[in-house]
């Protein structure tokens, strides 16, 4: 049968991904379609992810500063929490942005078909469109026909089968729905996701226990990062299980009991009120009839592309979540540009020596380029040099010295090849970091630049410094 629309560029989901691919199609002239079943743009990033995370770590973050301020000659109250209006504040905080990505789509003239989508062949998407603030559907479809597609489908938490279908057992997106506040808590799951969502629940006065199969938490990090984060976020926790694995649990009117296997497994199953499953996010590759389109599909849901974004079917491309690991809203946007470039006719490509990570917890862990255990386990020869804040003349006015910045430089070359920051705000810190290691920076390049005093950004500066072995010792 014939098409009801007719575009140069069709993007299946709208997260950082999809509007940020229809955004630049769009400005580069071509006619776009966006098909999201959501009511709102945005995706996991902007409605159950990245935003309202950070919404509520916010809150989290000055409700723990305010403890120690006796210390400081400034008492308050302790904190009476309207969990209500905290929600609301995140649900506006949500609002904000996603309307303006509603506004920006309607200045791009980009169009939103709101609805499942799925291929039918190389060239056609058929909609079956959705209603109301969940997926209802309508019973209505639509056909649209594209000339090019990008794929941006994302991801979503991965279940265990084991777990009971009860309330009480929640993925981060029911987490940040903030429904009620625990008294005890299992994070299943030692990630960054489980542990931001830790931080939220325990300073909002849940006690958290932590399951986690492997040896250590925050994988991906380096351990001297971790560990300060560790030291300071010990009060948190009853009991970190390292090398454990969740095996069976049950429902009971007083909680879920809960069994583990394990290095550090308690001999009894354990009761609590809410129990978080974030134990990983798979793509949803599997769910869009990819194969209608001949697009190949992994068994796990992934679909493979070039560096151009391209799948196998060159006019159909895939970005974000579901072509790959690190699931980061950052490295899809980025990709995002390439793949709506390429369609356009540009000669861009994906080439980016670094994507960052940071944990928002509280303090704050980034990295970005190689961490030390990946340039080991590569056999490159680097140099280290590290700067701790409490030789930071800002940190310690903040009350905050426990952080440090370490930068890793090739040994031969001398250039940047990657660094870390454990600290408050060191997400915000690791830009200067990843724009080091983009440009092939040296120690003298950076410890050169003049940085504000007396600034925790200064300390990137100081490292370096240290690096080329002149540091000046400016408190
Ligand atoms: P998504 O954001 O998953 O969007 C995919 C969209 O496609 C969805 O809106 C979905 O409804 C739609 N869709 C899927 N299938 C169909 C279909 N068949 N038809 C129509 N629509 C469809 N990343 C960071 O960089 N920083 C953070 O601080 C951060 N915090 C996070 C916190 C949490 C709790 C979670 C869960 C994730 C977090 N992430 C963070 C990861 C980040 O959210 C993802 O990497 C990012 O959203 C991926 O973007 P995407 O465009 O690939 O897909």
């Known amino acids: ?42 995706g996991v990033c902007l409605n159950v992810g990245c935003i309202p995370s950070k919404a509520l770590l916010h809150v989290a973050a000055v409700m723990d500063e305010t403890t120690h301020f006796a210390e400081l000659g400034i008492e308050f109250a302790p904190p009476k929490i309207d969990i209500d209006k905290l929600r609301a504040h995140k649900e506006k905080v949500i609002g904000k942005l996603t309307g303006g990505l509603a506004g920006m789509a309607k200045g791009r003239k980009v169009e939103v078909v709101r609805g499942y989508g799925a291929f039918l062949d190389p060239h056609h998407v058929e909609v079956e469109l959705t209603t109301g603030d969940a997926q209802d559907k309508t019973g209505d479809k639509k056909v649209v026909k594209f000339k090019h ?85 010990a009060h948190r926790f009853d009991n970190i299980m390292l090398k454990t694995k969740t095996v069976a649990a049950e429902a009971k009117d007083d909680g879920i009991w809960v069994k583990f296997e394990g290095d550090k497994a308690p001999a009894d199953a354990q009761c609590y009120d809410l129990v978080l ?28 592309v ?15 979540d579901i072509v790959g690991q690190p699931m980061l809203a950052h490295k899809a946007v980025h990709e995002a540009h390439v793949a709506a470039e390429v369609a356009a006719g540009q000669k861009s490509s994906f080439d980016a020596l670094q994507i960052p990570s940071v944990a928002y917890t509280d303090p704050e862990v980034a990295w970005a380029g190689l961490t030390e255990d990946q340039a080991k386990a590569k056999g490159i020869k680097y140099d280290k040099a590290v700067f701790p804040w409490a030789a930071s003349g800002r940190a310690i006015a903040n009350g905050r010295d426990e952080g440090f910045t370490k930068l890793l430089f090739d040994s031969e070359t001398h250039r940047i090849i990657g660094g870390a920051i454990v600290g408050t705000h060191a997400g915000d810190l690791i830009g200067e970091v990843c724009l080091a290691v983009e440009m092939g920076a040296d120690a003298v390049d950076i410890g050169k630049t003049i940085h504000p005093h007396p600034t925790l950004g200064e300390s990137v500066g100081m490292a370096a410094e240290v690096a080329h072995g002149s540091c000046t010792d400016l408190p």
């Open 277 to 304: 499953v974030a134990v990983g996010r798979s793509p949803n590759g599997r769910k869009i009839a990819a194969d209608k389109a001949g697009v190949a599909v992994t068994e796990r849901g992934f679909i493979e």
């Open 306 to 320: 070039d560096n151009q974004m391209r799948t196998n079917v060159p006019h159909i491309f895939a970005i974000g």
């Open 1 to 42: 049968g014939g098409a009801d629309i007719e575009c140069d560029m069709l993007v299946l989901g709208a997260g950082p991904g999809g509007y940020s691919a229809a955004f630049r199609a769009a400005d580069l002239g071509l006619k776009t379609v966006i098909v999201e079943r959501y009511a709102s743009l945005g």
């Open 149 to 233: 597609c990008i794929i941006a489908a994302g991801s979503q938490a991965v279940r265990l089968p084991f777990m009971p279908e009860d309330p009480r057992v929640i993925d981060s997106t029911g987490a940040l729905e903030l429904k009620a506040v625990p008294k005890r808590m299992l994070v299943i799951g030692g990630g960054i996701i489980g542990l931001e969502m830790a931080t939220v629940y325990s300073s909002l006065g849940a006690r958290i226990d932590v399951v986690e199969m492997l040896d250590g938490l925050m994988q991906g990090a380096d351990r001297d990062l971790v560990k300060v984060w560790e030291k300071k976020n």
